[in-house]
């Protein structure tokens, strides 16, 4: 079974600080890892996906397959930034099981002034 | 384009009520999904479609019942509303396989906040 595990549900930080979201995921394959962004009382959108290995507002986050991890990162956390962060896997795109996301439960990122 | 839309927006409903959730999208997406947003526990799959007049069951679907008759229209049904679906429901959608890898992407809906009482 596919699971994705957000260890902490809230991380508060400093705006200017550096910040590490947390995402671990068990799959037998490999596994397609994204991370969406939901703003306060908005719709979820997606930040970035492994795939691509880009930098979106200046977040970035590597697939680690031997530790099965996808930490999103950010070296200066912006006010900004504050929002609810989910890390979500599918899988891999070239088979037939990746129509399905399977999402880990949140974390809340606070960045106070 | 007005992307992934749903009606209503915010709904109170009582024990025992029935109601039918409308989402639609006009980005031609083979593929559709419900979910439910609830604290501590994340999005969960209830029902999706992969296509015009399919549809599967998700993670957790007691409870709710959908249809898919038109691509461009997912309807998610309660048919006799419980206080544990006092939840957000989102739709989302995406184009279909074969793709691209940005064919992976599911665009959502802004959601639908219902209380049952």
């Known amino acids: 079974a596919q699971r994705v595990t957000q260890p902490e549900k809230l991380l508060s930080v400093f705006k200017g600080a550096p910040v590490e979201l947390k995402c671990n995921y068990s799959?037998?394959?490999?596994?397609?890892l994204f991370w969406y962004v939901q703003y306060s009382r908005q719709r979820l959108q997606l930040l970035l996906r492994?795939?691509s290995r880009e930098s979106i507002k200046g977040f970035t986050a590597d697939l680690n397959k031997g530790e099965t991890s996808f930490h999103l990162k950010k070296p200066f956390a912006q006010e900004e930034d504050s929002a609810m962060y989910y890390c979500?896997?599918?899988?891999?795109?070239?088979?037939?099981?990746?129509?399905?996301?399977?999402f880990g439960k949140g974390t809340l990122l606070t960045v106070n002034p | 384009n007005a992307g992934v839309t749903q009606t209503p927006k915010f709904r109170v409903l009582k024990t025992g009520q029935s109601m039918t959730l409308l989402c639609a999208q006009d980005?031609?997406?083979?593929?559709m999904y419900w979910y439910r947003q609830d604290p501590g526990m994340g999005l969960r799959l209830i029902h999706y479609?992969?296509?015009?007049?399919?549809?599967a069951k998700g993670e957790v679907p007691d409870g709710y019942n959908v249809s898919r008759l038109k691509k461009q229209n997912f309807l998610l049904g309660l048919e006799s509303a419980a206080p544990s679906q006092t939840s957000v429901y989102f739709c989302?959608?995406?184009?279909?396989?074969?793709?691209?890898?940005?064919?992976?992407?599911?665009?959502f809906g802004p959601g639908t906040r219902l209380t049952v009482l």
């Open positions: 979500a896997l599918s899988g891999p795109f070239s088979g037939g099981s990746n129509y399905k996301l399977t």
């Open positions: 492994h795939i």
């Open positions: 799959y037998s394959g490999s596994p397609e």
């Open positions: 989302a959608s995406r184009r279909g396989s074969g793709g691209p890898h940005s064919y992976n992407e599911q665009f």
């Open positions: 980005m031609n997406h083979e593929y």
């Open positions: 479609s992969v296509g015009e007049g399919t549809t």
